[in-house]
């Protein structure tokens, strides 16, 4: 079993900036890939960034140039830096863990809200 538990978010005005942090405890040698996740009110949980074990990266388009996903891993941890926010980012932000050869994400993060006023 593997806890996920972020940290970082708040209130920020719009073109501020945030570092969101995920520290990963428990079974962590079976993680692969680690990831971002958000979900505003009212909508569906998307996708925002991932990084893989080996360090390569993806993101959605809406946050490319904006946001930087990286990995310590002997912390055991994942970061999100967010500059440049925009009131659209505003959401509950969700750390996430794949288990190796896993094809979903098996473990989440309870969540940390993420408020950009205009």
């Known amino acids: 079993q593997v806890k996920l538990v972020e940290s970082g978010g708040g209130l920020v005005q719009a073109g501020g900036s945030l570092r969101l942090s995920c520290a990963a405890s428990g079974s962590i040698f079976s993680i692969n890939a680690m990831g971002w996740y958000r979900q505003a009110p009212g909508k569906q949980r998307e996708l925002v960034a991932t990084?893989?074990?080996?360090?390569?990266?993806n993101y959605a388009d809406s946050v490319k140039g904006r946001f930087t996903i990286s990995r310590d891993n002997a912390k055991n941890t994942v970061y999100l830096q967010m500059n440049s926010l925009k009131p659209e980012d505003t959401a509950v932000y969700y750390c996430?863990?794949?288990?190796?050869?896993?094809?979903?994400?098996?473990?989440w993060g309870q969540g940390t809200q993420v408020t950009v006023s205009s």
């Open positions: 996430a863990a794949a288990k190796s050869g896993s094809k979903k994400y098996d473990y």
């Open positions: 990084i893989t074990s080996g360090g390569s990266t």
